[in-house]
């Protein structure tokens, strides 16, 4: 048996929901323990636990982490987007 975690904790290392956003789907009624509605505070074991969210079962990743490397050429902003129409990492 794993160690229990807060369900919100869950939520970010799972990738889906901020600690925040997870809080208020959980206040909302919308994530779903073992068939029960959870409640904030609740902690899980992340590996016999079964944790829904609307409804889709919510599991970690079984992919590792991808890294990119960028060298950022001079005239362009470490941004998604620009307000000053500069060029951007995205471009």
Request: glycine share 8%.
């Amino acid at each position: 048996m794993a160690e229990p975690i807060r369900l919100q904790k869950y939520f970010t290392d799972c990738g889906v929901l901020s600690r925040r956003a997870a809080e208020r789907a959980i206040a909302e009624g919308r994530v779903r323990v073992n068939g029960r509605v959870a409640a904030i505070g609740d902690r899980i074991d992340p590996e016999c636990d079964t944790v829904r969210w609307n409804g889709e079962i919510i599991a970690p990743s079984n992919e590792g982490n991808t890294y990119i490397a960028l060298n950022k050429p001079l005239g362009y902003v470490t941004t998604m987007s620009d307000e000053k129409g500069r060029f951007t990492v995205a471009d």
